[in-house]
């Protein structure tokens, strides 16, 4: 085994765990490459990415530039606000558009879930999906979970938890399937009104006590609290959020066991996560992001090492 | 030319104690052959090669101070490793630095092929800025993986000077102008024949096959 089963990356459900494997190897040796003295290979020096954001985004977008930029390969971005969406044109034009420009991959982030599948049957390049609305964010979950792999030896039998708004959340989908896949077990603990209504069909349990599923679990990812996509109020207030469903040091502190904490990023400081916790050793939040430049070189080499080459 | 294998090995035994002798190994008697693989080098005739590299890498490098040897990943690692032990323990010459260097990601050939290119594990916890690198690989064959591993190796410095040690040199194979600074056998094989190389802590046998496709 050492190809991937699929052409893009689109979501964790279309991929297998043995293709999950096989990122995380690859991904330690780009673990490896990025802590050289000269952090570069040349691999896909003729392979030119398109990265598409149609929505805000800093820390994926930078991370995704930085491992093709890391591989050798082309880039050019996009932005939707500075661009011709904004005058009507529709999503396969615009695709089509760059693609005419030879463009191999495009890593694509949009606002609506399932525009990477629609994409991806309509135009010929490999896509990878950076977020599609509240779908999926694959290449968040394979991160964090090789960043689990990474501090606890392995993922299979650890017990995950992820904390807060999973209604909104494609970060808590895409890590449900990832976990799931290797092995883990995951709980989801929230809000009710923040838990979707069929999540008991992903054979996910719910918590909607913090204590007990901290005291469940073995790692603890933190999600942020989407203010911009809540359209109704879904709690209160942000304190009593806080009160409820915040990691404080003390909360963390009283249990009779060291859990690892998680947060997919930006975080709101003193909302889901205090600055204490956040910024202590018990935490892999920067691990992860910097795991995050070595699983997108993986995925993005897997995928361009099935694009085949041409003589002309 | 060469009608029997008795013939054969006899040839390569007088041939041992004149290393720069050449083996050729001409296509009509391998098809001659009942079996599909030959014996280039036994065991024996592996340690002495394997002596030999050592007191030449010794002359040239003397204490390996400023030396160090890399290893191409992945059947270079094998070489390599003797290499190091017979130095250190026949020849007592201590702190010698051995690291391994993965070329996958460097390779010319990425999306050519038809099986997609695996890596393997990089592990170079030493400096090679200023230094005498010394590559260490079983097979030198169409010069491909030492151009990649001459760039590789960049990626952790500037070697003062980098020289190559390969156990067999198929000299007439070459698609670059690469050539050995220390080899143990020069074999002449047609681009169908493979040469395996064979190491007691891998393969259960110290030895050195070509073998017909």
Redesign the interface.
Known sequence: M??LSVNHLLGIKYITEADIQLIFE?AD?FK??IN?????????RDITIANLFFENSTRTKLSFELAEKR?SADVINFASSSSSVTKGETLIDTVNNILSMKVDMVVMRHPNPGAGVFLSKHVDASIINAGDGAHEHPTQALLDAYSIREKLGDVAGKKVVIVGDILHSRVALSNIFALQKIGAKVKVCGPKTLIPKYIDKLNVEVETNLRNALEWCDVANMLRVQNERMDISYFPTTREYTQQFGLNKKILDSLNKEIVVMHPGPINRGVEITSDVADSKQSIILEQVQNGVAIRMAVI??L??????HED | MFASISSFSSILKSSLFKPKKIVLLLPEYNSELPMSQKVLLNATEINIALNRLACQLIEKHDDFSRTVLIGIQPRGVFLAERLKTLLETEYKIKNIKLGYLDITFFRDDFRRGEKPLEANKTNINFMVEDKNVVFIDDVLFTGRSIRSALTAVQSFGRPLEIELLTLIDRRFSRHLPIQPDYRGRQVDAINGEKVKVCWKENDGEDAVYLVKS
Do not use: D
């Open positions: 050492s190809e690859t040796h490896e490459v050289r003295p000269i952090k570069k290979v040349p691999s896909l591989l080499y897997l361009a090492s099935k694009i085949k080459h």
